[in-house]
């Protein structure tokens, strides 16, 4: 188990990595071409699709990864089961979607043309679709391949921005258009991987299945509401009391944050899943740890470097036109590593069978972001709403730390520093990613 995982590890790090460079290099061609104010509506414009999907998606997607995991129900009935739940969703999510914006699209979204929410709209089924679905192949510890379903999303779109930009050109629409593209073809990829290693459909309905499935979802439910308000209720408020030109500043600031979360990202997927089917709790106890102090460590690592270069990076990558992301990227920054810990804490619990306690836990921190950022972004700007950003991110890891430690019987600064021993693993990581790659790559060359 221990190298299957380490090589799994591997492998999601490069095409984690890959995704980082595809999704910097279409931010760049996105942001350089569309400007502040077009980067800022066609921000605006996505924002309803991932709060469609937070408030009328109960997470059965998780559902699948822990019940799979527990094999409690076959992977062939469970994907049957999703497909028919994704489709009725999808109906229900996009009627809910043109009420809100034929009836109050200007209220919500101001100085967001209609026509650009409800061809952002369109994007719900597809976010959706996998959101239901791409927990399956995790449940079925196919880390390869769900890793790759990202990695086409990213590699199609960005062949669809730079083809419009050397072709037709690039506007707002258009760069929904391609949005839709990738993320159709990662859908039709995503099932049939899925139908593969799943052994086929079965579209009888399994009423069990789905009651459980919603008990289990919904309580992560509440949680996947409460993250979308953590994580983008700041960028509405800053298109409602400001403008889209300073959300197209600010929408740069926590997109290029969020890219230090690669690590978070990789090591959470990854322990979801194991977590899940562990049943050696000594194990268990000393994995979570692990992953969450050098992740940690790594992103903090990441975030100092980025503070340094933050000037050189936004104003000749993006142009000098988002010089004024500088300041909030750089206050963003930290709060990113404060969420890089959480992935790691929030998956054991929830793999536990134990999916309320991090939407609880994120309750007192949300309410005060929202209020702050009431408060703040009027007065100060898309610094206010940074610095906002950053106080609720750290009270939230807190907090989370706090209670991890509660239920898992670890030491705090077990869970949050980095230990000497900890060192060969960078070591072992080293030479194993040498081994197979760099190795690989010379016997096929001789």
Known sequence: MAGKFTKDTIFTFVIRLLNLVLATISSVIVARTLGPEGKGIY???????????????????????????????????????????????SIFSVLVGLIIILFFGNKFFPNIKIVYLISGLFLTPLYIFL?????????????RKYNLVSFIQELVYLLGVAFMVLGLGLGIETVIIIEFSSLFITCVALFLWIKKEAGGISFKLNKLYLRESLSYGVKIYFGGILSFFRRRADMFLVN?????????????????SEKILLIAQSSGLILFPRVASENDKNRLKQFTPLVCRNTLFITFILAIILFFFSDFLITNFYSKAFAEAVIPFKIVLFGAVAVSGLSSLSSDISGRGKPMIPAYISIVPIMANIILDILWIPKWGIKGAAWVSLISDIILFIIT??????????????????????????????????????????????
């Open 43 to 89: 921000s605006a414009a996505v924002l309803l699709p991932p709060l469609l999907l937070a408030f009328t998606n109960p997470a059965i997607g998780s559902a699948a990864v822990y019940f799979i995991g527990k094999k409690k129900y076959s992977p062939k009935e469970v994907f049957g089961n999703h497909i028919i739940f994704s489709f009725l969703n």
């Open 131 to 143: 959101n239901s679905n791409l927990g399956i192949l995790l449940a079925l510890q196919k880390i």
């Open 240 to 256: 409602f009391f400001l403008n889209p030109t300073a959300l197209g500043f600010y929408s740069i600031a926590v997109a290029l």
């Open 401 to 446: 730390v706090v209670v991890y430690s509660k239920i898992s019987g670890n030491r705090i600064k077990d869970i949050i520093f980095v230990k000497k021993s900890d060192f060969r693993l960078y070591k072992n990581f080293l030479i194993l990613f040498k081994n197979k790659y760099f190795n690989y790559s010379n016997n096929q060359t001789r």
